[in-house]
C-alpha cells in the first residue's frame, strides 16, 4: 500500500509530519504559521491556527486540481438576419448556464479565492456527445429548452454553444487560509475545534469530505462542498445544537460524534450519501454519572472518549510523547497496549537525506484507511508486546547532534491563554466488523444511549525496555488524539526530544505487513552509528547483495573448474513424488473423483530432465490411469473456484478441445506445492528459467495470475507461423488486472484498484517458492475488488415495487445476468485466497445513473436501465458491492500514488536502434487525467516523475505507437490523437478529435508502428483506415471482427486479442487468446484467427515482442488461410 503520513503539532505550534516509510519527523514545508491543533485525510490536512482561522494544507501531487467551468450563448433565429443575439421575452439568458436560468456571462465568472489560477482563456467545446460539431460548436433545437442536435434542419429555430475554461488550484504544499464572506453577519465565530472525515460516504471518484467545526460560542459549523476538486469548500452552514459543544471528532464513514460542556456526548442522526449533513441530535449520557465526557474520537465502528478522571488517552500528560494503541482489532476493540513513538526529527539528524517525503501523502482520500483494517485478528502472545513506559519515566529518546540548530526552534511560545484538556485516541478496527463497535446507522440510534462504555485500565508496568520493538501483528489506522499544550516560553532545545500537543492519523494507515520503523531504538550503538545504519537506503542494501552474490557465483566457477573432467557419479537418476487430489472426469458422470496422482521426474546421459504425471483412477472396480508428458504441457492455470483449490493443465490438443485436465487439492497449500512442483518441471523439461527476456508476451487471466510467454523466431513468421495453441506459458507471481511491456525490459502492471506495479526483474513469488522463485526482487503485494450482486424488484398495483417477481422474472437476488442466483449471504468472495475487507453497500457508479437510494429503472427485465422513473418503468434494480482484500507477494514494485486505469508502453520500433532518450510511457488515472511518466529507463523503469497533460473531458483507455503516435479514447466514447510528440517534446501539443464508428463507443485503442485499432463496447474490433505519415489521424473506421474484449498492437503491427467465446471440439471458452495471421504491409488487417490458450484469459500484451522471423525466397507468396479461421467464433 502507498505510504501514508501522520500529522502532529508540538507544543510550540509547530506542525510535523512522520511517514510510515521513514523515521523522522518532518517539519511542516509552510511554516510560518503556529498551530493548535489538524486534523488530516490521506491527501490534506485541515488545521486551526493559533489566529483561530482555519487553514487547509493540501499536499503536492503531479496530477493538477482542475475545475472547469462552463457558459452558454443562446441565439434565436430571425427571418431577417438569421441566428442573432436578440431573444425573446421568455427566452432564457443570452448567456447562461445549461439549464438557462441563471445568467452567466463570460466576464461574470470570476476565480472563488485566491489559491485558484486560469489555465487558459474561454474556447468553445466543439465535441457534442462523441461527435464533432460544425465550425464553431453550435448545435441547434426547435426552441427552448429542447434536445439539441448537431445537424441545422429546416425547423431549427434556437442554437446555442458551450463556452469552456479550467481553472487550477494553486495553493499546495503551503497552509492556504479558508475564505470567509465579506458580509460580518455571515462570518462564523472563531474555531476552536475541527474535524475532518466522511470519506467513505461518497465513493469516489467525487472525493467528498465531511468537515466539522466548533466555535468558541460552543455552535456546530459544516463546510459545505468540500472535495478533491475542491478543497477549500464554497461556505460554512450552522447546525443547530441542543447545547453548547465544546469538541467533535467526525468518522470516515456516517459515525459523528460531539461533547457539550455538561459532559454528554451528542451522535450526529441520518448521515449518507444525500444528506452529509445529518438530520438530528441524539444525546448519549458518560460512562459514570459524576466523571463527564472531556474528549470524544470515533474511527468507522468504535468510539474512544475521555472522562474527567482521566480513563484514557493519547498523549503522556508528564512526557508529552506520542502512543499508539497496539492490538486493536475487530474481536479486541479497547486493544492491547500502548507504544511510544521514539523517532527524531528531521532537523535532528547529521545527515542531510530523509527517508521520508511528504509527498508520499500525495494521493486521493480514504485509500490507506479503507485498507487499513484488512487483515485478521493476530493471536500474538502477549509476552512478546513491549509495555509502554509509565507516564512518570522517561522515553530512551534518539540521541541527538546539537552541531545543527532545529529548523524553527526559535518560534515562541504559544501563549498563556490556552485551557488545558485531556487526550485520547482513535483506534479503527476492520470495516466489515461494524457489529463490534458502536454503530451510529439511523436504524440503530434509538439504542445509542443503552450501549455499554468499557474502561481502558492505564496501569501497566512502568519499565524502561533495551528495546521498543515489536510483535506487531495487528493492523490498525490512527486518527486524532489532542491535547492543548502547556505555556511554555522557550522552545525545547537539540538535546530534549520533542513534545507534542496534538496528533491527527486521519490519513495514517499501519497494517502487519508494512510495519512503520517508529517503535525501535536500537540499543548500544553510538550515535554516529546508529544515524549511519539508518541512512542505509534499500536499494544500497541490495546492491551489495547483488555484488555479493556475484562474487560467489564467481568463487564457485573457478573452484569447479579443476573438476570438469571428472566423470559424473550418478548418471542416469529417477524421483518420484506421489499424493491424493480430485480430478474432473471428463466422461459421465462429469464429477470430481478421488484419485492417486504421481509424478516421475527422470534425467538423462546429456543431463536433461524430463517428467510424467501419472493420474490413477478407478472406474467399475477396474484401476486405469492417463499420463501427460510434461514437456508437452502449455500451461498450468490456478481455476477461479468458490470452494475448491483447483488448476487445471493445457496440452496443445486439449488447448484446441477446450478440454483440460482438471485437478483440486484439499488444502491450498497443497495445490501450491502441486503448483510450483509442476511448473519447475515444465520449466526444466523447456530449459526456460529465470527472468523473461525483455521480449516476453504478457498475458493475465481472469482471476488475476500473471503469464507470461517466451516469443518463437516462426510466431510471426509470414509463412507457416507457429500455433497459437503450442506456446508455453509460465505463471509470475503477483496479482494484477493488466499489464504493459516493451522490449527494452520496461514492464508495468495494473491492480483492480488501480494501484501500479513495476516488474523488478525477478520471478516467482506467491505460491512459488524455493527453486521456482528467485531470492531476491520479491515484494509484497497487495490487491482489491469489489463483487457485485444486484438486487430486483418489479412493481405491483397494490404495494408498489416488491421482491415478489413474476414466475418468468429472474432472480429478485442475482448477478449482472439474472439467470445465477446471488444472495448476500451466499455470495462468498472470488476464491478462497481472498478475504472480506467491507460489509455490503450500494454501488451508485452503475452505468445510466442511479436515484438517491441506487435503483435504475426499465421497463422489464432484461432492457436498458436509467436513473429516474418513468410511467413505463415497471422493474427496477439495485448494484450492490462488497470489497474483498487478496495478499501475496511477487516481483512487483508499487509505484505511488497516483492510481491509474490504463496505461502504455512504447513498443521498440524494430528498425530503431539503442539510444539515450528516455522511454515514453502514457497512463490514464482513475479520476480520467492523461499523464506522462518521466524519466523512464532501463536503469529505472519506474520513472521519476508524472506530467499532467490537459484534456477537455475525462479519458478511459491510452496506447502510444512505435513512431510516438498517440491515441487515446475518451469516456463519451470518442477517440482523440495528440500531435507533436516528439522524445524533446513528451507532451506533444493538442488534442485530435476523432469520431468514432458509426453508433458505436469506443472504449480500448492499441497502436503498433503504423496500424491502430479500436475496440467498442459491443465487442467490435476496428481498423483505422488511411494513415499516413502527413495525415496521422488517419480516415475512417473499418470493421475487422466482433466476439473480442480485449486487443494488443505490438512493434510488428501484430494483432493479438482476448476472444469473448470461442468454441472447441468439446466446450466453449470464454476468454481465449487469439492471433491475427496473414498481417503484412499490403495486408494490414490480416486474414484469419488462430486460436490459442483459453479460456479464462482477460488481457495480453505483445507490444514487446519484435522478434521478426528470418527471411525467406518464398515469402512474397500468399498464405494459405483455412476457411474456419475467418473470425472468433460467437454462439
Given at each position: 500500500m502507498p505510504n501514508s503520513v501522520l500529522w502532529a503539532v508540538d507544543l510550540f505550534g509547530r506542525v510535523y509530519t512522520l511517514s510510515t516509510a521513514g523515521q523522522y519527523w518532518e517539519l511542516c514545508k509552510d511554516a510560518h504559521l503556529e498551530f493548535k491543533r489538524v486534523s488530516a485525510t490521506t491527501q490534506c490536512c485541515w488545521g486551526i491556527a493559533c489566529d483561530n482561522q482555519v487553514y487547509v494544507y493540501v499536499c503536492a501531487s503531479d496530477v493538477p486540481i482542475r475545475r472547469r467551468e462552463e457558459a452558454y450563448e443562446n441565439q434565436r433565429w430571425n427571418p431577417v438576419g438569421g441566428f442573432c443575439e436578440k431573444l425573446l421575452l421568455s427566452d432564457r439568458w443570452l448567456w447562461s448556464d445549461v439549464s438557462g436560468l441563471q445568467h452567466r456571462p463570460l466576464d461574470g465568472v470570476a476565480l472563488p479565492s485566491p489559491h485558484w489560477e486560469w489555465e487558459s482563456d474561454w474556447y468553445v467545446d466543439e465535441n457534442f456527445g462523441g461527435e464533432p460539431t460544425e465550425k464553431g460548436g453550435w448545435t441547434y433545437a426547435i426552441d427552448f429548452p429542447a434536445t439539441y442536435t448537431r445537424d441545422k434542419k429546416w425547423n431549427s429555430c434556437v442554437r446555442r454553444r458551450k463556452w469552456i475554461r479550467y481553472r487550477r488550484y494553486k495553493s499546495r504544499d503551503i497552509w492556504a487560509k479558508i475564505p470567509s464572506k465579506d458580509d460580518p453577519k455571515e462570518l462564523p465565530d472563531p474555531f476552536n475545534d475541527l474535524s475532518v472525515g466522511g470519506w467513505e460516504i461518497m465513493e469516489e471518484p467525487v472525493g467528498r469530505l465531511s468537515v466539522w467545526a466548533v466555535s468558541l460560542q460552543g455552535r456546530v459549523w459544516y463546510r459545505e462542498d468540500v472535495s478533491h476538486s475542491n478543497p477549500e469548500g464554497s461556505s460554512w452552514s450552522l447546525l443547530d445544537t441542543p447545547g453548547e459543544v465544546v469538541q467533535v471528532?467526525?468518522?470516515p464513514h456516517d459515525l459523528l460524534w460531539a461533547t457539550l460542556w455538561e459532559g454528554q456526548a451528542l451522535v450526529r442522526e441520518g448521515i449518507n450519501r444525500s444528506n452529509p449533513k445529518g438530520s438530528s441530535w441524539s444525546i448519549v449520557e458518560p460512562p459514570g454519572s459524576e466523571n463527564g465526557i472531556m474528549h470524544v474520537s470515533v474511527g468507522v465502528s468504535v468510539v474512544w472518549a475521555i472522562t474527567k478522571d482521566r480513563k484514557v488517552w493519547g498523549i503522556g500528560c508528564e512526557d508529552r510523547a506520542v502512543y499508539f494503541r497496539q492490538g486493536v482489532t475487530p474481536s479486541e476493540l479497547s486493544g492491547k497496549t500502548w507504544k511510544a513513538i521514539v523517532v527524531a526529527r528531521e532537523c535532528d539528524r547529521s545527515h542531510s537525506g530523509s527517508s521520508s517525503s511528504l509527498l508520499s501523502a500525495g494521493c486521493f482520500f480514504g485509500d490507506e484507511v479503507r485498507g487499513s483494517g484488512e487483515s485478521a485478528p493476530s493471536d500474538t502472545d502477549a509476552s512478546l508486546e513491549i509495555e509502554r513506559p509509565g507516564p512518570g519515566q522517561p522515553l530512551p529518546a534518539e540521541p541527538l547532534d546539537d552541531s545543527r540548530n532545529p529548523t524553527g526552534s526559535s518560534a515562541s511560545g504559544p501563549g498563556a491563554d490556552r485551557t488545558t484538556e485531556d487526550t485520547m485516541e482513535d483506534a479503527r478496527p476492520a470495516k466489515g466488523s461494524r457489529e463490534a463497535g458502536l454503530d451510529a446507522h439511523s436504524g440503530?440510534?434509538?439504542?445509542?444511549?443503552?450501549?455499554?462504555?468499557?474502561?481502558?485500565?492505564?496501569?501497566e508496568p512502568k519499565k524502561v525496555p533495551s528495546h521498543l520493538a515489536a510483535g506487531f501483528s495487528e493492523t490498525t489506522s490512527l486518527s486524532s488524539l489532542g491535547v492543548l499544550p502547556l505555556g511554555l516560553e522557550e522552545p525545547y532545545g537539540a538535546d530534549d526530544h520533542p513534545l507534542w500537543a496534538w496528533v491527527s492519523g486521519g490519513g495514517c494507515a499501519v497494517e502487519a505487513c508494512a510495519v512503520p520503523r517508529w517503535f525501535t531504538v536500537q540499543a548500544g550503538l553510538s550515535p554516529s552509528v546508529q544515524t549511519l545504519s539508518l541512512s542505509i537506503t534499500p536499494a544500497q542494501t541490495a546492491a551489495w547483495r547483488k555484488q555479493i552474490f556475484q562474487q560467489l557465483t564467481e568463487r564457485t566457477k573457478r573452484e569447479l573448474e579443476n573438476f570438469r573432467h571428472y566423470e559424473q557419479a550418478v548418471e542416469q537418476s529417477v524421483w518420484v513424488k506421489t499424493g491424493a487430489l480430485q480430478w474432473w472426469c471428463d466422461w459421465k458422470p462429469h464429477k470430481w473423483v478421488d484419485v492417486r496422482v504421481?509424478?516421475?521426474q527422470f534425467t538423462g546421459h546429456d543431463g536433461a530432465r524430463d517428467s510424467i504425471l501419472f493420474i490413477y483412477y478407478v472406474v467399475h472396480e477396474e484401476k486405469k490411469y492417463i499420463h501427460l508428458f510434461l514437456n508437452e504441457v502449455t500451461a498450468l492455470v490456478p481455476v477461479l473456484n468458490e470452494s475448491k483449490h483447483s488448476f487445471a493443465l493445457y496440452t496443445p490438443e486439449r488447448t484446441r478441445q477446450r478440454w483440460p485436465v482438471r485437478l483440486a487439492a484439499a488444502t491450498e497449500q497443497d495445490m501450491n506445492d502441486w503448483l510450483a512442483l509442476l511448473s519447475l518441471s515444465c520449466c526444466e523439461s523447456r530449459k526456460v528459467q529465470g527472468r523473461p527476456s525483455p521480449q516476453a508476451i504478457w498475458s493475465v487471466t481472469c482471476k488475476g495470475d500473471i503469464f507470461v510467454s517466451e516469443p518463437s523466431l516462426d510466431l510471426e513468421a509470414h509463412e507457416q507461423p507457429l500455433p497459437c495453441d503450442q506456446m508455453f506459458w509460465r505463471q509470475m507471481g503477483g496479482h494484477l488486472r493488466v499489464v504493459e511491456a516493451n522490449s527494452r525490459g520496461v514492464v508495468w502492471g495494473l491492480g483492480y484498484d488501480h494501484t501500479a506495479w513495476v516488474y523488478t526483474g525477478g520471478y516467482g513469488g506467491g505460491c512459488f517458492q524455493g527453486l521456482a522463485s528467485s531470492t531476491s526482487n520479491i515484494y509484497t503485494q497487495s490487491d482489491v475488488k469489489c463483487v457485485h450482486i444486484y438486487e430486483n424488484q418489479r412493481w405491483n398495483p397494490v404495494t408498489g415495487y416488491t421482491s415478489r417477481g413474476l414466475p418468468t422474472d429472474r432472480y429478485m437476488w442475482s448477478d449482472a445476468s439474472g439467470l445465477q442466483e446471488c444472495t448476500k449471504a451466499g455470495t462468498k468472495p472470488p476464491s478462497l485466497q481472498w478475504a472480506w475487507v467491507s460489509d455490503w453497500f450500494v454501488d451508485f457508479s452503475v452505468p445510466g445513473g442511479t436515484d438517491q437510494e441506487g435503483w435504475q429503472y426499465a421497463s422489464d427485465f432484461p432492457a436498458s436501465y436509467h436513473g429516474s422513473k418513468t410511467m413505463k418503468d415497471f422493474v427496477r434494480r439495485r448494484c450492490w458491492a462488497r470489497k474483498?482484500?487478496?495478499?501475496?507477494?511477487?516481483p512487483w514494485l508499487e509505484v505511488a500514488p497516483i492510481a491509474l486505469r490504463d496505461v502504455s508502453i512504447i513498443p521498440e520500433s524494430p528498425t530503431a536502434e539503442g539510444s539515450g532518450h528516455s522511454i515514453a510511457l502514457w497512463a490514464v488515472s482513475d479520476k480520467g487525467d492523461v499523464l506522462c511518466r518521466l524519466g523512464v529507463s532501463e536503469l529505472n523503469p519506474a520513472g521519476s516523475s508524472w506530467l499532467h497533460v490537459g484534456t477537455d473531458q475525462p479519458f478511459m483507455s491510452i496506447s502510444i505507437g512505435a513512431c510516438y503516435q498517440v491515441w487515446a479514447v475518451a469516456r463519451d466514447g470518442s477517440a482523440f490523437y495528440r500531435g507533436s510528440v516528439y522524445p524533446s517534446q513528451p507532451a506533444g501539443d493538442c488534442w485530435y478529435h476523432i469520431p468514432p464508428p458509426l453508433r458505436q463507443r469506443l472504449k480500448q485503442v492499441s497502436v503498433g508502428q503504423t496500424s491502430v485499432y479500436a475496440l467498442d463496447e459491443n465487442g467490435n474490433l476496428w481498423y483505422r483506415q488511411g494513415i499516413t505519415p502527413s495525415y496521422p489521424q488517419g480516415s475512417s473506421w473499418e470493421h475487422v471482427s466482433n466476439n473480442v474484449c480485449r486487443v494488443?498492437?505490438?512493434?510488428?503491427?501484430?494483432?493479438?486479442?482476448?476472444?469473448?467465446?470461442?468454441?472447441?471440439?468439446?466446450?466453449?471458452?470464454?476468454g481465449t487468446v487469439c492471433h491475427r495471421t496473414g498481417v503484412q504491409p499490403h495486408e494490414p488487417k490480416g486474414q484469419g484467427w488462430d486460436y490459442g490458450i483459453g479460456g479464462g484469459w482477460?488481457?495480453?500484451s505483445v507490444r514487446a515482442n519484435a522478434t521478426r522471423a528470418p527471411r525467406s525466397s518464398s515469402q512474397e507468396q500468399e498464405p494459405s488461410v483455412p476457411p474456419e479461421a475467418y473470425g472468433p467464433i460467437c454462439c
Open positions: 471528532s467526525c468518522g440503530q440510534d434509538s439504542t445509542l444511549s443503552e450501549l455499554p462504555w468499557t474502561s481502558i485500565d492505564l496501569k504421481a509424478l516421475e474483498c482484500k487478496l495478499v501475496t507477494s511477487g494488443s498492437v505490438g512493434p510488428l503491427d501484430q494483432v493479438w486479442v482476448i476472444a469473448s467465446k470461442v468454441q472447441g471440439s468439446h466446450s466453449l471458452s470464454r482477460d488481457h495480453i
